[in-house]
Antibody
Framework: EVQLVESGGGLVQPGGSLRLSCVAS????????MTWVRQAPGKGLEWVSS????????AYADSVKGRFTISRDNAKNSLFLQMDSLKEEDTAVYYC???????????????WGQGTLVTVSS | DIQMTQSPSSLSASVGDRVTITCRAS??????LNWYQQRPNKAPKLLIF???SLQSGVPSRFSGSGSGTEFTLTITSLQPDDVASYYC?????????FGQGTKVEVK
């Protein structure tokens, strides 16, 4: 069964940093663009960042640009999100997902991990 | 950015009812429109991609239609298992944007 498993969430103070990880299993990770999507408590889904299969291109939501960095290690089937200068409004469950059909543009997100909770609070 | 607007924000219907959720894009997105189901405290799950294609394993009571700026998700016979929030998402241009969600409850 295809699985994406996130880790690295937790409680951090405003201005702090966290690094999220997502490990893929039971599917060929390297051909696919990957994405992080977040969901604040009681709110809807918000796209955060995407990276192409070969790390040649990254894209970020305006709300995180300059503070978050997406990266991947295809040899380890792993996706990362380095989150710096965290704000209270970054509090959310962060989901890792695959851009099916290999690309996000004109594609869709499937499958999804179970999510990891990031809480930014003093 | 392309804005996605869903209606209604919530609905309550009886088992067996036909349920329709609408999603409107602020400009044309052809058929680059996807639908997701999110059950309470679970991760989102892909239901429909490319506006009309049913994801493998999804019950046939779910269907999608539309193109351009107006899209519809239909559940032909609502089941208790369908209690969830439903989100549309466009993949026409970055940033990839979602609708605000529609919460479906069973009476």
């Amino acid at each position: 069964e295809v699985q994406l498993v996130e880790s690295g969430g937790g409680l951090v103070q405003p201005g702090g940093s966290l690094r999220l990880s997502c490990v893929a299993s039971a599917f060929s990770f390297s051909p696919y663009s990957m994405t992080w999507v977040r969901q604040a408590p009681g709110k809807g889904l918000e796209w955060v960042s995407s990276i192409t299969n070969d790390s040649s291109s990254m894209a970020y939501a305006d709300s995180v640009k300059g503070r978050f960095t997406i990266s991947r290690d295809n040899a380890k089937n792993s996706l990362f999100l380095q989150m710096d200068s965290l704000k209270e409004e970054d509090t959310a469950v962060y989901y890792c997902t695959t851009c099916s059909a290999g690309r996000c543009h004109t594609g869709w997100f499937d499958p999804w991990g179970q999510g990891t909770l990031v809480t930014v609070s003093s | 950015d392309i804005q996605m607007t869903q209606s209604p924000s919530s609905l309550s219907a009886s088992v067996g009812d036909r349920v329709t959720i609408t999603c409107r894009a602020s400009r044309t997105i052809n058929t680059f429109l996807n639908w997701y189901q999110q059950r309470p405290n679970k991760a989102p799950k892909l239901l429909i991609f490319g506006a009309t294609s049913l994801q493998s394993g999804v019950p046939s009571r779910f269907s999608g239609s539309g193109s351009g700026t107006e899209f519809t998700l239909t559940i032909t016979s609502l089941q208790p298992d369908d209690v969830a929030s439903y989100y549309c998402q466009q993949s026409r241009s970055s940033p990839w944007t979602f609708g605000q969600g529609t919460k479906v409850e069973v009476k």
